[in-house]
Nanobody, 127 residues
Framework: QVQLVESGGGLVQAGDSLRLSCAAS????????MGWFRQASGKEREFVAA????????HYSDSVKGRFTISRDNAKNTVYLQMNSLKFEDTAVYYC????????????????????WGQGTQVTVSS
């Protein structure tokens, strides 16, 4: 298991940008894919973005593609989610997740492929 701590959420206006960070500890960070999921009030948690252990492969949901960028700094054991052109519908609690299996070059998008989760950080976008 790995411990994950998210930060960077807040209240912004539509069109603004925000960067989320997730600090990891507890195992070799660069061996595992990382992901971001979100859960809006009254809805199920959904996949947002994922990045392979190497950082060379990324994958995004259609709803954020072109606006969000996932990246990682393996020297700092941290994964980021840069969110640009935020929309009201991006309002949600955002969760960082660590991959269940070692994955240097492959990303995942199913919740079952991740086995460690952060506590979540609230992102609220006002229209």
């Amino acid at each position: 298991q790995v411990q994950l701590v998210e930060s960077g959420g807040g209240l912004v206006q539509a069109g603004d940008s925000l960067r989320l960070s997730c600090a990891a500890s507890g195992r070799t960070f660069s061996n595992y894919a990382m992901g971001w999921f979100r859960q809006a009030s009254g809805k199920e948690r959904e996949f947002v973005a994922a990045i392979s252990g190497s950082g060379f492969s990324t994958h995004y949901s259609d709803s954020v593609k072109g606006r969000f960028t996932i990246s990682r700094d393996n020297a700092k054991n941290t994964v980021y989610l840069q969110m640009n052109s935020l929309k009201f519908e991006d309002t949600a609690v955002y969760y960082c997740a660590a991959g269940r299996y070692p994955s240097y070059s492959v990303t995942f998008s199913r919740e079952s492929d991740f086995n460690s989760w952060g506590q979540g950080t609230q992102v609220t976008v006002s229209s």
